[in-house]
């Protein structure tokens, strides 16, 4: 899986780039060298990624790969954009965009053009655009290597200090991330995945070769982005119309036309991190009560469905399908906010929640989430998808629209009591001896439905469990004085290791007070 730390930490460094070469305000800084003028369209780059599908894969050359090699973590931290130069530091867009260095750890260069009134004009690198050491092996490469992805940089006339905070990064195959209104990076998107956890596969990270910005009209609150992908076995085009607001939105559409038979093809994938929480954690693993950049999935189906399944850092690659028609939405979401349950400097408690919206007809499908077991905070391990029902077969085109949150919360909350806590422990009654083989749970719900309840009224809760048995079964409410805040506990035993996977949601009489939690349990030895 891709290593999140190396991308975080290149993602945060501070860096600019400007651009020259058109004539007008858009190129008014006369500070890059710009290649010819060539014609652009979006249907052309469409065609283009039509004709490439239609034709045997051809790796992008890495520039002196002798010397992207030398770039290691150090000497690239080392390799800073001079902000000056950002493209449109000067305008018209109100986001100046900065790039980043190739080195070891993205040896692939992607080709950055400017368009404008139908032209598209590309970048060319030059090691002058960056501050680096005198003896930075980064000297060596040769004009026109390319860069390793970009940056949009906050507002020039914002109430942050532009030159020093960013608020969307590209960087590494087609990975993208952005900050919430929490100001901080956390879990990642692609354009595509390819193959994540098929047996007998290798995944495949096809990459972002071209990016295309368009040159917006002065004051606009949007920027627009064309990006073509490439790969072993796809090729297409994506289209970014992207919003800085209070949280970050992005409009998506893409275009994929398929080389090779896919077996699993990932739509809007989201790739995240999660170790532990307060659900499950080893015995003195760290010192932190809880790391994880997500703490569930949240779904809202095309029935109308609201779904909460809680992440888990598994025994063993595990890959769960919720199959749909037409969803409402995903996301891979962080809902703890309370810093006290991380007591980390890096900020778990901020990081964004994503939502995914769809836009078109999506059809027949499923929405799968692959978790993969880790031991450490460095990798991203959870992958969250829309895979179509109609198989991938190569000579096929596939076209999504869909928007991105990059948020807090989701973007349509549930009217109903939201999950807000899951834990388990041994089975059984306090003061007697605890069965072997018997784990207890207890899920804990808020919301503003609970709260209507008269009384000495007690909310039912519907369990299922695909295998296994229940018994001591509570519901009450919990002893925090917080209105329409409940629980239910259980006890659950189920011989053998298979998964468990378990369903409850509160109702009363005919009314549905919650969302409907899944969990997946792994017994244990």
Same mark, same amino acid.
């Given at each position: 899986?891709?290593?999140?730390?190396?991308?975080?930490?290149?993602?945060?460094?501070?860096?600019?780039?400007?651009?020259?070469?058109?004539?007008?305000?858009?190129?008014?800084?006369?500070?890059?060298?710009?290649?010819?003028?060539?014609?652009?369209?979006?249907?052309?780059?469409?065609?283009?990624?039509?004709?490439?599908?239609?034709?045997?894969?051809?790796?992008?050359?890495?520039?002196?790969?002798?010397?992207?090699?030398?770039?290691?973590?150090?000497?690239?931290?080392?390799?800073?954009?001079?902000?000056?130069?950002?493209?449109?530091?000067? +305008? !018209? $867009?109100?986001?100046? &965009?900065?790039? @980043?260095?190739?080195? #070891?750890?993205?040896?692939?260069?992607?080709?950055?053009?400017?368009?404008?009134?139908?032209?598209?004009?590309?970048?060319?690198?030059?090691?002058?655009?960056?501050?680096?050491?005198?003896?930075?092996?980064?000297?060596?490469?040769?004009?026109?290597?390319?860069?390793?992805?970009?940056?949009?940089?906050?507002?020039?006339?914002?109430?942050?200090?532009?030159?020093?905070?960013?608020?969307?990064?590209?960087?590494?195959?087609?990975?993208?991330?952005?900050?919430?209104?929490?100001?901080?990076?956390?879990?990642?998107?692609?354009?595509?995945?390819?193959?994540?956890?098929?047996?007998?596969?290798?995944?495949?990270?096809?990459?972002?070769?071209?990016?295309?910005?368009?040159?917006?009209?002065?004051?606009?609150?949007?920027?627009?982005?064309?990006?073509?992908?490439? +790969? !072993? $076995?796809?090729?297409? &085009?994506?289209? @970014?119309?992207?919003? #800085?607001?209070?949280?970050?939105?992005?409009?998506?559409?893409?275009?994929?036309?398929?080389?090779?038979?896919?077996?699993?093809?990932?739509?809007?994938?989201?790739?995240?991190?999660?170790?532990?929480?307060?659900?499950?954690?080893?015995?003195?693993?760290?010192?932190?009560?809880?790391?994880?950049?997500?703490?569930?999935?949240?779904?809202?189906?095309?029935?109308?469905?609201?779904?909460?399944?809680?992440?888990?850092?598994?025994?063993?690659?595990?890959?769960?399908?919720?199959?749909?028609?037409?969803?409402?939405?995903?996301?891979?979401?962080?809902?703890?906010?309370?810093?006290?349950?991380?007591?980390?400097?890096?900020?778990?408690?901020?990081?964004?929640?994503?939502?995914?919206?769809?836009?078109?007809?999506?059809?027949?499908?499923?929405?799968?989430?692959?978790?993969?077991?880790?031991?450490?905070?460095?990798?991203?391990?959870?992958?969250?998808?829309?895979?179509?029902?109609?198989?991938?077969?190569?000579?096929?085109?596939?076209?999504?629209?869909?928007?991105?949150?990059?948020?807090?919360?989701?973007?349509?909350?549930?009217?109903?009591?939201?999950?807000?806590?899951?834990?388990?422990?041994?089975?059984?009654?306090?003061?007697?001896?605890?069965?072997?083989?018997?784990?207890?749970?207890?899920?804990?719900?808020?919301?503003?439905?609970?709260?209507?309840?008269?009384?000495?009224?007690?909310?039912?809760?519907?369990?299922?469990?695909?295998?296994?048995?229940?018994?001591?079964?509570?519901?009450?409410?919990?002893?925090?004085?917080?209105?329409?805040?409940?629980?239910?506990?259980?006890?659950?035993?189920?011989?053998?290791?298979?998964?468990?996977?378990?369903?409850?949601?509160?109702?009363?009489?005919?009314?549905?007070?919650?969302?409907?939690?899944?969990?997946?349990?792994?017994?244990?030895?």
């Amino acid at each position: 899986m891709f290593d999140r730390r190396q991308f975080f930490q290149f993602a945060t460094a501070t860096a600019g780039l400007a651009v020259t070469g058109f004539s007008g305000a858009a190129m008014a800084q006369q500070s890059l060298t710009m290649g010819p003028a060539t014609p652009f369209s979006y249907e052309g780059l469409k065609k283009q990624a039509r004709e490439m599908a239609a034709q045997p894969y051809v790796p992008p050359v890495r520039p002196s790969p002798e010397v992207l090699d030398q770039i290691d973590y150090d000497a690239h931290g080392k390799l800073k954009f001079k902000t000056d130069l950002a493209l449109w530091a000067n +305008g !018209p $867009s109100e986001f100046p &965009v900065t790039f @980043f260095h190739l080195g #070891r750890y993205f040896q692939k260069p992607v080709r950055m053009h400017v368009t404008e009134k139908g032209q598209a004009r590309e970048i060319l690198y030059d090691n002058a655009y960056f501050e680096m050491p005198a003896d930075s092996p980064a000297r060596k490469l040769p004009d026109n290597s390319g860069f390793a992805g970009f940056r949009f940089q906050e507002a020039r006339n914002g109430k942050l200090d532009w030159r020093k905070n960013d608020w969307v990064a590209f960087l590494g195959a087609s990975y993208f991330r952005a900050i919430g209104e929490l100001y901080q990076y956390g879990l990642s998107a692609r354009g595509l995945a390819v193959d994540v956890a098929v047996f007998g596969k290798n995944e495949e990270f096809p990459d972002f070769t071209h990016v295309y910005f368009d040159t917006p009209a002065p004051g606009s609150d949007t920027v627009t982005v064309y990006a073509l992908l490439d +790969g !072993p $076995s796809v090729a297409g &085009v994506y289209r @970014f119309v992207m919003q #800085r607001a209070k949280s970050v939105i992005m409009a998506i559409e893409s275009t994929i036309f398929l080389r090779q038979d896919v077996a699993r093809l990932g739509i809007a994938p989201l790739t995240s991190m999660y170790w532990y929480s307060e659900k499950s954690k080893a015995t003195a693993v760290d010192w932190r009560p809880e790391i994880h950049d997500s703490d569930g999935l949240a779904m809202w189906t095309g029935t109308g469905e609201r779904i909460w399944r809680p992440l888990n850092n598994p025994p063993r690659i595990i890959t769960s399908s919720f199959s749909d028609t037409n969803p409402k939405g995903f996301g891979l979401l962080q809902r703890d906010r309370n810093f006290d349950h991380y007591l980390d400097g890096v900020y778990y408690d901020r990081r964004p929640s994503l939502w995914i919206e769809p836009t078109g007809n999506w059809e027949r499908g499923a929405i799968q989430l692959v978790e993969i077991p880790t031991d450490d905070e460095i990798h991203d391990n959870v992958v969250a998808m829309w895979v179509p029902a109609e198989p991938a077969v190569a000579g096929k085109m596939f076209e999504f629209k869909y928007r991105m949150y990059w948020s807090a919360e989701e973007p349509y909350p549930t009217p109903l009591a939201r999950v807000v806590a899951t834990r388990f422990g041994n089975g059984g009654q306090a003061g007697t001896a605890r069965p072997k083989g018997v784990r207890k749970f207890m899920v804990e719900f808020m919301g503003e439905p609970l709260t209507r309840l008269p009384k000495g009224v007690i909310p039912q809760p519907v369990l299922t469990a695909s295998r296994g048995t229940f018994a001591n079964i509570l519901t009450e409410a919990v002893p925090d004085d917080v209105p329409g805040h409940w629980r239910t506990q259980f006890d659950l035993t189920a011989a053998g290791l298979d998964p468990v996977e378990l369903r409850c949601y509160l109702r009363q009489g005919d009314e549905i007070l919650s969302e409907t939690w899944l969990y997946q349990y792994h017994p244990v030895a």
